[in-house]
């Protein structure tokens, strides 16, 4: 290549990379039996649809559907005790041990093949 095409040749565009931006995950609302009461007394009265109603709120419409079926399910006094997901229940509980132990079975029997491997290459 001569100095002529060289000089003929222009320098590419310097492009800065954006910057990356890390994004939040969206936070867990909680929200109060109060509130969950008085939105789906506000549905049921049939003077705004369930979409308007959601997007007022702030809420996914079905979010309400959800609270809906949790006060048909359960009495009004006792729906909506608390926040998040119930207790595990026993069942559950004694699952997850008789996976963690036969987990633990698995980690022995290598370690044991391991040990018996070491002896044999003494």
Same mark, same amino acid.
């Given at each position: 290549?001569?100095?002529?095409?060289?000089?003929?040749?222009?320098?590419?565009?310097?492009?800065? +990379? *954006? %910057? !990356?931006?890390?994004?939040?995950? /969206?936070? $867990?609302?909680?929200?109060?039996? &109060?509130?969950?009461?008085?939105? =789906?007394?506000?549905?049921?009265?049939?003077?705004?649809?369930?979409?308007?109603?959601?997007?007022?709120?702030?809420?996914?419409?079905?979010?309400?559907?959800?609270?809906?079926?949790?006060?048909?399910? +359960? *009495? %009004? !006094?006792?729906?909506?005790?608390? /926040?998040? $997901?119930?207790?595990?229940?026993? &069942?559950?509980?004694?699952?997850? =041990?008789?996976?963690?132990?036969?987990?633990?079975?698995?980690?022995?029997?290598?370690?044991?093949?391991?040990?018996?491997?070491?002896?044999?290459?003494?």
């Amino acid at each position: 290549m001569s100095k002529k095409d060289a000089m003929k040749k222009k320098p590419k565009p310097v492009v800065a +990379a *954006a %910057p !990356a931006v890390a994004i939040a995950p /969206p936070l $867990r609302m909680t929200y109060t039996k &109060e509130f969950k009461l008085a939105a =789906l007394a506000r549905m049921g009265d049939g003077l705004q649809s369930s979409t308007a109603l959601a997007m007022e709120l702030g809420i996914r419409r079905n979010q309400l559907y959800k609270w809906a079926a949790l006060y048909d399910v +359960a *009495a %009004p !006094a006792g729906s909506f005790k608390g /926040p998040g $997901r119930p207790p595990a229940a026993p &069942e559950e509980e004694s699952s997850r =041990l008789r996976r963690e132990l036969a987990t633990a079975k698995e980690e022995l029997a290598i370690l044991k093949k391991f040990h018996a491997y070491l002896a044999r290459s003494k």
